[in-house]
């Protein structure tokens, strides 16, 4: 979350499934044998007491894991074999589908929030030589316990030379800014970008959260998919519903399953918030050069509200540079009527 994240966070915890199972493959992989050793990093009580947490004063960074390799990973900012800029980087609640300052329960594949303030990631995370995680508080207040619980394997064996590196970016626009056309958008010249990737790899999904700033439907709008340079997109959607599996302006419910939800549905209104995510667990996004994933903010980019969203995706290194992480103040929602 923006300021909660930094403010109010209070635990954070993952495991790995088997990579590359999804579902009901984690039981399936049960009876095999496993080749690697299972270890932890968390913020357990060294001492034998049950303080198991840490303190993170204003402005202060926190290293979570600082290991070699060759292993794997799930779990805000990271580190793949002593790369100089981190491969992922957001606000701690965005990064698990938190938009918007709010905590809320949801159960997803990949990400999953439980009770109290407790999120879970279990996007496998692979590293060849050095892992690195850090998280850092940009707010005015200590945080007096943070609690995390990273898990991860140790590989007696390399790992594979196609092996993907773990990504995830953050972004807004707040507001976007409204487009005057004759209501046609073949290019997605302004559309809201999810993210630009170079390099190869595929694109796994998003979580995204919008604050309206005025009444009305927000979500007339198309995703588009450039792949390798494309001009014209080879993946262009219906409606905003429609990429993240709702129909109808989702009918004013909330919902939420293993690839896509809308854990929050908002009044068709201004100040109303809205929090949906779609994973591509199923079939991700491939890309051999590069990828631009991006979604317009109302038919024809013709609504200006206020975007937030975390782009996930796996890819070989180096990655193209991410766009500088917006200070605490502008990341904090208001309305822009």
């Known amino acids: 979350m923006r300021q909660a994240a930094v403010l109010i966070w209070a ?3 993952a495991a790995i499934p088997a990579y590359g199972q999804v579902g009901s ?11 690697y050793v299972l270890k932890r990093s968390s913020s357990y009580d060294r001492t034998g007491g049950n303080a198991d947490y840490r303190r993170i004063a204003p402005g202060e960074t926190l290293s979570l894991l600082d290991e070699a390799g060759p292993g794997e990973v799930t779990q805000l900012r990271m580190w793949w074999d002593d790369e100089p800029t981190p491969s992922v980087e957001a606000p701690i609640g965005d990064f698990y589908g938190l938009g918007l300052g709010d905590y809320f329960l949801y159960q997803s594949l990949p990400l999953a929030v ?19 995680i850090a998280v850092t508080n940009e707010g005015k207040d200590r945080v007096d316990a943070f609690y995390f619980n990273i898990d991860y394997r140790v590989y007696s064996q390399p790992l594979t ?39 190869r790899g595929h694109f796994v999904g998003v979580t995204m959260s919008v604050m309206e700033n005025a009444d009305g439907w927000w979500g007339e709008g198309d995703d588009m998919f450039f792949v390798d340079g494309e001009k014209l997109p080879s993946i262009n959607g219906t409606g905003t519903e429609d990429y993240f599996l709702g129909a109808w302006d989702f009918g004013g419910h909330a919902f939420f399953y293993n690839l896509f939800g809308a854990p929050v ?34 038919h024809a980019n013709d609504r200006a509200d206020n975007y937030y969203s975390v782009a996930y995706w796996y890819q070989t290194e180096p990655h193209a540079g991410f766009p500088p992480l917006p200070p605490v103040e502008e990341r904090l929602p208001r309305l822009h009527p």
């Open 11 to 13: 635990a954070i915890a």
């Open 25 to 35: 493959g984690l039981l399936e992989g049960l009876p095999r044998p496993h080749d």
């Open 114 to 132: 439980g009770p109290d303030h407790a999120l879970n990631a279990f996007f496998p995370m692979p590293f060849r030589k050095h892992a690195k």
């Open 161 to 199: 030379d196609d092996t993907l590196y773990f990504h995830a970016q953050y972004r807004q626009a707040a507001p976007s800014v409204a487009i005057k056309s004759n209501g046609k958008n073949l290019d997605g010249k302004d559309n809201y970008v999810w993210v630009e990737a170079a390099g």
């Open 265 to 298: 549905v908002g009044p068709e209104r201004a100040g109303a918030r809205w929090s949906v995510y779609r994973f591509h667990l199923d079939s991700p996004i491939p890309f051999t050069k590069s990828l631009k994933a991006s979604i317009e903010h109302g």
